[in-house]
Structure formats: structure tokens, C-alpha cells
């Protein structure tokens, strides 16, 4: 008898369409689509060092100010996170 296990998403999880970053890559402004009511976005380097955390202006956040490479990106809205992945060219 084989007994197979299943991966299933929690309730809680966000599905992958539900955010949406662009342009990814981008080297100035990118844009959160696809969530209402963010409170914080969270910029860390890919060692998990936080190197910045702002309130984006109409969904749009300037990634200027960092330097060309890869990022990973926490997104507070409503009082849920929201993770995803950016390149800053």
C-alpha cells in the first residue's frame, strides 16, 4: 500500500497572481499592483540584512538609492506579509 502526501496552500498564503511587482528589474521606480492599503515595504539584501523600510507613494517605491543587484522585498498590507523578490539594475 502506498500512501501519498500532498503539498497544500494554507488559507493564509498568498497566491502567487495576488502580487504583483513591476518592472522587475527596474533601476528607479517600481510599482505594487494587486494590494490596497499598504502600510510598509521592507528592502533586504539577500544576506536578510534590512536596508530599508518606507511607505510607498501610490504603490510606487524609489529603489534609486540602492545599489544594482538582487533583493527581497517584505509588503505590509492590511496586517498581512507579503514577500517577493526584486532586481535593482
Not at 510598509?40 to 529603489?63: A, H, T
Request: hydrophobic share 30%; aromatic share 8%; proline share 4%.
Amino acid at each position: 500500500t502506498f500512501t501519498i502526501n500532498t503539498l497544500s496552500i494554507g488559507e493564509n498564503n498568498l497566491p502567487e497572481t495576488a502580487l504583483s511587482i513591476y518592472p522587475n528589474p527596474s533601476s528607479n521606480i517600481i510599482t505594487i499592483k494587486n494590494l490596497k492599503n499598504i502600510s510598509r515595504v521592507n528592502i533586504y539584501d539577500f544576506s536578510g540584512k534590512l536596508i530599508g523600510s518606507e511607505k510607498p507613494n501610490n504603490n510606487q517605491l524609489n529603489i534609486s538609492k540602492f545599489t544594482a543587484g538582487n533583493y527581497n522585498i517584505k509588503v505590509v498590507s492590511d496586517g498581512k506579509f507579503y514577500s517577493s523578490k526584486i532586481i535593482k539594475n
